[in-house]
Structure formats: C-alpha cells, structure tokens
C-alpha cells in the first residue's frame, strides 16, 4: 500500500469552476500536510499547508484535513487557466516528506 | 534572500561515469533535504541533514550515491558509475527548525540523463 494516493486524475475543469482534489495517506502519526504544484518541467511550489482538522483558505485554494479519516482535499475556486499543472499532496513524518503522484490539473478556457 | 539553488541545472552523462550536485540552502535554514523524482511519480525522499549532521537516509540511497554538508551550509550528492536508472530530477529542499510546521522549499532541481 502506497504511503500517499492521490485521485488519479487527468482532471479537466472550465475556466471559473471549482477544482477538487483527493488525498489519503497511511501514517496516522503525521502530523503536517502539504499541496506543492508543480508546472512541467519545474521544481514543486508550496502554496498550502495544513495542521490542524478543518478548513484552511488562502485566496483561491481551501485545504480540508480529517485526520481521523486520513483525508486531506485541496478545492481550487474560480480556476483560472494559470492553475493548469500537476498538484502533488504530500505528508511530513519525521522531518521528511512522503509525497503521492500527483494529480494533474488541466483549465479549459 | 534568493530561494535555494542548485547547480547545475541539467547534466548529461555516460554510465560509468561519476556526477556531482551541488545545493545552497536558504540562508537561514538549517535543514536539507535531497529527492529523486522520476517521469509522473512524486519526489522521493533520499537524505536530510540538520546542519552538518546527515540524520537519515533512504534505503533507495545504494552505495553509490553519498552526500556531504560540510560546514552545514551548502550540500554535495555525489552519484558514482552511474546507470541509466539513475536518470532523474534531483531535487534539495531546505527548511528551518525554527519552523514548528518545518516548511521545505525546493530549489529548481538538477536533471541528470545518463547515456
């Protein structure tokens, strides 16, 4: 079993819809929970993180953590056609991270 | 401050062949991290160190492959003959211990390709 699965995807969304994205992960001991994106052929960008149950909003992206569930989402709002890449979750455990493969995200104009 | 860095950015090589990477952390950071990352996978962990002290490393880390934080600012990962399933992107990640959520930020990778 893999330490982090994410939904598959490809996911394709119009312009100005709602993206959503899955994760679950295996260690009940972690503690902190990340959504890196990472456009191709480029290093990951950290745009979220989450500690704590419950909702979390930056601008446009809401992270959700269940922990009892082993549930972390990532909605992003009014996508825009720059949000187009590849959104990897990942989960810290003893300083390092486990990352799931990524969900790659794509924004019909 | 300038984000972290690594150079360089890509390397091509024979097998055979040694390569040498080398990363410079955010200024204030006191940890490094080192990940592979292979075509449609996440990055996978390889080895962390806090300061000059390597604390933990992968058992995807074969003999070949050895890393240094000398003086507990930039870090060396060295890879030995190399083979062509060592083609991936390198990445170094730093954090602060200052930071109770340890934040890693990635630098923009090396991409090795070995021939």
């Known amino acids: 079993q893999k330490e982090v699965e994410q939904n598959s995807g490809p996911l394709s969304v119009p312009e100005g819809a709602i993206a959503s994205l899955n994760c679950t992960y295996s260690?009940?001991?972690?503690?902190?929970f990340f959504w890196y994106r990472q456009y191709s052929g480029k290093s990951p960008e950290l745009i979220m993180s989450i500690y704590s149950n419950g909702d979390k909003e930056d601008g446009r992206f809401t992270a959700q953590l269940n922990k009892a569930s082993q549930y972390v989402s990532l909605l992003i709002r009014d996508s825009q056609p720059s949000d187009s890449a590849t959104y990897l979750c990942?989960?810290?455990?003893?300083?390092?991270?486990?990352f799931g493969a990524g969900t790659t995200v794509t924004v019909r104009a | 401050d300038t984000g972290v860095s690594q150079n360089p950015r890509h390397k091509i090589t024979k097998r055979g062949q040694n390569v040498t990477f080398r990363c410079d952390p955010i200024s204030e950071h006191n940890r490094l991290y080192w990940y592979r990352q292979t075509l449609g996978q996440g990055p996978e962990f390889l080895t962390y160190f806090q300061n000059e002290a390597q604390l933990e490393k992968s058992r995807l880390l074969s003999d070949r492959f050895s890393a240094e934080r000398p003086k507990g600012s930039f870090s060396t990962l060295e890879i030995q003959r190399t083979e062509q399933g060592d083609s991936a992107m390198y990445l170094c990640?730093?954090?602060?211990?200052?930071?109770?959520?340890?934040?890693?930020?990635f630098g923009p990778g090396t991409r090795l390709t070995v021939l």
């Open positions: 260690d009940r001991g972690s503690q902190s």
């Open positions: 990942a989960v810290n455990a003893d300083y390092k991270l486990s």
């Open positions: 990640a730093s954090s602060s211990t200052s930071d109770f959520n340890d934040e890693q930020f």
